[in-house]
């Protein structure tokens, strides 16, 4: 198990082989959590929803709907597309 050293600051430096197996970047956010066994940290996809909901909101502006989109709210598509970029990004993770 790759050990890691409390710096000045109380940074900390996670192993490369630990980086590449998540796809960690400099500037990636992560979420520390206290669990009994000491720090756990998850990486965390920070999105701006609101610039986010614009983008998609333009996009289909500029589409016609689709035969099996017909009778849906842009609120319904809207979350089905950001379900389908979600899994394609996890998808994505798991590839490198």
Do not use: C, H, N, Y
């Not at 192993?15 to 590449?20: D, E, I, S, T, V």
């Not at 959590?33 to 333009?58: H, N, Y």
């Amino acid at each position: 198990m790759p050990l890691v050293t409390v710096k000045p600051k109380f940074q900390v430096t996670i192993p490369a082989k630990l980086r590449k197996g998540l796809d960690l970047r400099e500037g990636d956010v992560m979420e520390a959590s206290v669990v009994a066994e000491g720090i756990l940290l998850r990486p965390k996809e920070v999105v701006d929803r609101d610039a986010g909901a614009r983008r998609v909101a333009a996009a289909l502006a500029r589409l016609e709907a689709s035969p099996e989109d017909a009778g849906r709210s842009e609120d319904d598509i809207m979350k089905d597309i950001i379900s389908d970029i979600a899994a394609a990004r996890e998808e994505r993770r798991r590839d490198t």
